[in-house]
């Protein structure tokens, strides 16, 4: 049985709701959320009986783009959404797959397509430069990863000499990502790539600490990278872990050897702190900021939300405010339960009571009484 430390007090978070089925809205897709640093969201959605990108923060939604499958329009994998409101999506516009950026106000714009050297792309991710990275293949089949913002062809920072390339999930704005690279022996390496330069993070090779690289990792404008893998814990099996890095030594965030049974989706924001998805030893499934379940608790199944019990969330992104947007199953007594879109903000610490500050003064008065000196 693991030991656990004492918990801390719980964290305070407001829930805003952004999106959730209505008359006009169908459901909101969970693993689609994505979240600029002003804490507008953007997602996908059914809207009148196509999918459609919506943007919001709370408010009235905005229609970003909708697909519209008689034109060859599509909409293809999840939006990522910058602090100027550009929206970069994958999919097709008249039957030609690309990757497009609807800029804000404005209708999509390609930024690139199949329609010259490149065959398949997909999974963009956009920075605040507009600049886009994004996984293509060419004519031949080689596959890479690929930046740019349309004004020149794209530029390579991958390619499959590294392996078979992860999704590259995250941009910062120097231009620099993260993903994982697989050799044909198995090896996985986690790196942090831009334009000019390759940095290995770590690597699950035999006698490394770590094995077990899994999922996508990401990275901040610091350029340290977090990423889910299981370490090397002396006796016993490797712990699953969420690690972090930036190319030297590898800090733990937080391991399986406390309350946590299973750790995933790290999202590392500008302050360096990861949020990631969890399960509790008691089974409960949720996101956290750290390794407190309490003190560092965003929102976790069975936790009331617009007054119904949360069957499962999926997180989509953190921000350097603290603020975190995801996806969420509301048991509503439905088969499949009803899907939401939410922000959580963090609550302010409380402000003292007037009646606490006169205690607390008080403490410190008697703090400064001196005991009386020998007698002389």
Known sequence: MALHAPLGRAAGYKYTLIAQPDAQLGTPLSFSVSMNEQG??????????????????GGPLATVAVDDPSAGDTIGAAPSINVALSVAFAGMRSSVAGVYVARNGLA????????????????????????????????????????????????????ETLGTLGIPVSLNASGTTAFTATTPGGVTSVVRASRSDSTPIADDSAG????????????????????AARREVGVGPPAAAILKGSGGDLAVVVDELGPFDALTRPIINAAGRVAFLGTLDSGEQGIWTGPDPVRNKVIQSGDPLFGLPVRGVLLGAFDAAGQVAFGATLDDGSLLG???????????????????????????????????????
């Open 40 to 57: 507008v969201v953007a997602f996908i959605a059914l809207q009148a009986g196509h999918n459609a990108i919506l943007r919001g923060s």
């Open 338 to 376: 009803k899907s939401v879109v939410v922000r959580a903000d963090p609550a302010p610490e409380p402000a003292a009571s007037p009646a606490a500050l006169l205690v607390l003064a008080a403490l410190v008065g008697l703090s400064r009484i001196r005991a009386p000196g020998p007698p002389r």
């Open 108 to 159: 999509p714009a390609t930024l690139y397509d199949a329609s010259g050297p490149l065959k398949t792309l997909g999974d963009p991710v956009i920075n605040g430069a507009e600049e886009v990275v994004f996984r293509a293949t060419t004519d031949s089949d080689a596959a890479f990863i690929a930046i740019g913002d349309g004004s020149a062809p794209a530029a390579a920072i991958a390619d």
């Open 208 to 227: 490394g600490g770590i094995c077990c690289i899994a999922g996508a990792p990401t990275l901040n404008d610091s350029g340290v990278v977090a990423f």
